[in-house]
């Protein structure tokens, strides 16, 4: 049945590759949720995949892998979700302890800096 959606698909048809687009979502969603740990961006890397396979359906060799195949694709658009993310990431703890000093002259000109 796959196969046959598969092979329509291949030739154009938006109706079968909306039944495999039915048919592996949820499957894809699950595999993007275990490396995002996150629903919504393991939403996006699914539909992401699914936009890659419709482009790519042509290099597809072998029908009977189109499973595999859509896995591998999302798994990758997880991967580069994870990196994307990873990127824009910035830490707001500070990075270095702040500079005190116990020389008394510092001391006292900040407390001349104070009353001033």
């Given at each position: 049945?796959?196969?046959q959606?598969?092979?329509?698909?291949?030739c154009?048809?938006?109706?079968?590759?909306?039944?495999l687009?039915?048919?592996?979502?949820?499957?894809?969603?699950?595999?993007?949720?275990?490396?995002?740990?996150?629903?919504?961006?393991?939403?996006?890397a699914?539909?992401?995949a699914?936009v890659k396979?419709?482009?790519?359906?042509g290099?597809l060799?072998?029908?009977?892998?189109f499973?595999?195949?859509?896995?591998?694709?999302?798994?990758?658009?997880?991967?580069?979700?994870m990196?994307?993310r990873?990127?824009?990431?910035?830490?707001?703890?500070?990075?270095?302890?702040?500079?005190?000093s116990?020389?008394?002259?510092?001391?006292s000109?900040?407390?001349?800096?104070?009353?001033?």
């Amino acid at each position: 049945m796959n196969n046959q959606l598969v092979n329509a698909a291949r030739c154009g048809d938006a109706e079968a590759f909306g039944r495999l687009y039915e048919s592996y979502y949820a499957t894809m969603v699950w595999l993007a949720y275990a490396i995002l740990l996150d629903r919504n961006l393991a939403e996006d890397a699914a539909q992401q995949a699914f936009v890659k396979a419709c482009e790519k359906l042509g290099d597809l060799k072998n029908v009977n892998r189109f499973g595999p195949w859509l896995g591998r694709i999302c798994r990758n658009e997880a991967y580069q979700l994870m990196r994307n993310r990873q990127r824009t990431q910035v830490s707001l703890t500070p990075q270095h302890e702040p500079v005190v000093s116990k020389d008394p002259v510092d001391a006292s000109d900040d407390e001349h800096a104070v009353k001033a």
